[in-house]
T-cell receptor, first 113, second 112 residues
Framework: DQQVKQNSPSLSVQEGRISILNCDYT??????FLWYKKYPAEGPTFLIS?????DKNEDGRFTVFLNKSAKHLSLHIVPSQPGDSAVYFC????????????FGTGTRLKVLA | NAGVTQTPKFRVLKTGQSMTLLCAQD?????MYWYRQDPGMGLRLIHY???????AKGEVPDGYNVSRLKKQNFLLGLESAAPSQTSVYFC???????????FGSGTRLTVV
């Protein structure tokens, strides 16, 4: 039972355009969400997060949107750069009572120069 | 500041052999985790620890054991390796409940 789903295994975007990565979840108890970025042969690194009390969080070129009624979050990268090419994982947790994140299956983003 | 260090980085095992993967963190984090990454499956939690001397099962614990004898170290053991355990293993740590993870660079394990 996949509680966090990333239905697009891959995405290609032209440099300078917007990249939109999507993530759906099934557990309405999740209250904190993160995006991690992973380059080949490296561990995932934290990118951006959002609490369920917000619907948007922005950090430079990266913005995460949360739609709680749809149980959906998305990561927008504007403008996309070739260095953004990586695998992106979304993750979710319940901040009280559990100690672990549930990760999605990942989306491989390729930004074309 | 090294963060989270995993050893070894690569290993090939024969079916039935045993081995231990070591994770060390120097950030004084309370919580530590072992995940495996497989194609199309994302990152799945094997075992985790909420403090020195504690361990708990995650989503896919079968075939693995763990120990957290020291706060900075979290060991993952395979007693009798199977080809299904071929994977990339990641260790992570966090300083608080629900806190963001710091990951190690991974161990690529192949069981033949």
């Amino acid at each position: 039972d996949q509680q966090v789903k990333q239905n697009s295994p891959s995405l290609s975007v032209q440099e300078g355009r917007i990249s939109i990565l999507n993530c759906d979840y099934t557990n309405s108890m999740f209250d904190y969400f993160l995006w991690y970025k992973k380059y080949p042969a490296e561990g995932p690194t934290f990118l951006i997060s959002i609490s369920s009390i917000k619907d948007k969080n922005e950090d430079g070129r990266f913005t995460v949107f949360l739609n709680k009624s749809a149980k959906h979050l998305s990561l927008h990268i504007v403008p996309s750069q070739p260095g953004d090419s990586a695998v992106y994982f979304c993750a979710a947790t319940i901040t009280s009572g559990t100690y672990k994140y549930i990760f999605g299956t990942g989306t491989r983003l390729k930004v074309l120069a | 500041n090294a963060g989270v260090t995993q050893t070894p980085k690569f290993r090939v095992l024969k079916t039935g052999q045993s081995m231990t993967l070591l994770c060390a963190q120097d950030m004084n984090h309370e919580y530590m985790y072992w995940y495996r990454q497989d194609p199309g499956m994302g990152l799945r939690l094997i075992h985790y620890s909420v403090g020195e001397g504690t361990t708990a099962k995650g989503e896919v614990p079968d075939g693995y054991n763990v120990s957290r004898l020291k706060k900075q170290n979290f060991l993952l053991g395979l007693e009798s390796a199977a080809p299904s355990q071929t994977s990339v293993y990641f260790c992570a740590s966090s300083h608080r409940q629900g806190g963001r993870y710091t990951f190690g660079s991974g161990t690529r394990l192949t069981v033949v």
